[in-house]
């Protein structure tokens, strides 16, 4: 990867896919993606806590930034039209399976063999943690998973980029089209549900 590309910014990488040929645009989006992709679908799969369907739409969120790619308007940061885009696809997957027969696939993921939990303990394993630590990780992530995809979608939404994705208010506001005031009572009420779910979980 040459270095000029790895200096630009997200919002520079965008603007130079304006005008550009396709190769360069490619070059452009697959820095992006190199960046971002690991988060979008950690984002996608708080919201559908399905690994293989997050890492999927994950994928196709960078080729519909590709392919809109002269849409982009460069009026704030490049990762709120991302994450935006991610969240259409995922809300498009939810209606999606709302209207079909559900199949075992379609199933969360996060279950105590999910492969949620599992790409859990490979990430904390990675980070040189004992074994046990990860697995004991890996597990509550798991159990946190299926806590938050009880959530309704809007309090889903807000907990999986305000408390997962660790995103600014202002940002997750712009993302879901709402007020930071809105960001603010949905996340203290998506929080007490939480709390409920989670508790007296061993």
Excluded: K
Excluded at 3 to 17: H, N, P, R, S, V
Excluded at 28 to 53: K, M, N, Q, S, Y
Excluded at 117 to 142: F, Q
């Amino acid at each position: 990867m040459s270095t000029w590309i790895t200096a630009l910014t997200d919002e520079q990488l965008m603007a130079g896919c304006r005008g550009a040929d396709p190769d360069q645009a490619r070059t452009h989006v697959g820095e992006l993606a190199r960046r971002h992709l690991t988060r979008v679908t950690g984002f996608v799969l708080g919201l559908l806590g399905d690994a293989t369907a997050a890492q999927d739409l994950a994928q196709e969120a960078f080729v519909r930034i590709y392919r809109h790619r002269d849409q982009y308007e460069d009026v704030g940061r490049f990762t709120t039209w991302m994450y935006t885009i991610a969240r259409n696809l995922a809300l498009n997957e939810i209606r999606n399976r709302r209207n079909r027969p559900a199949l075992v696939l379609d199933a969360p993921s996060g279950g105590a063999h999910g492969s949620g939990e599992h790409t859990a303990v490979a990430s904390v394993a990675a980070r040189g943690e004992a074994p046990s630590d990860a697995a004991e990780r890996g597990d509550l992530r798991a159990r946190v998973q299926r806590a938050v995809a009880q959530l309704e979608e809007h309090h889903r939404s807000v907990v999986v980029l305000c408390d997962l994705e660790q995103r600014p208010y202002a940002e997750a506001a712009q993302v879901l089209g709402v007020p930071v005031g809105t960001i603010r009572s949905r996340l203290s009420r998506a929080r007490e549900q939480l709390a409920r779910l989670l508790e007296g979980v061993e």
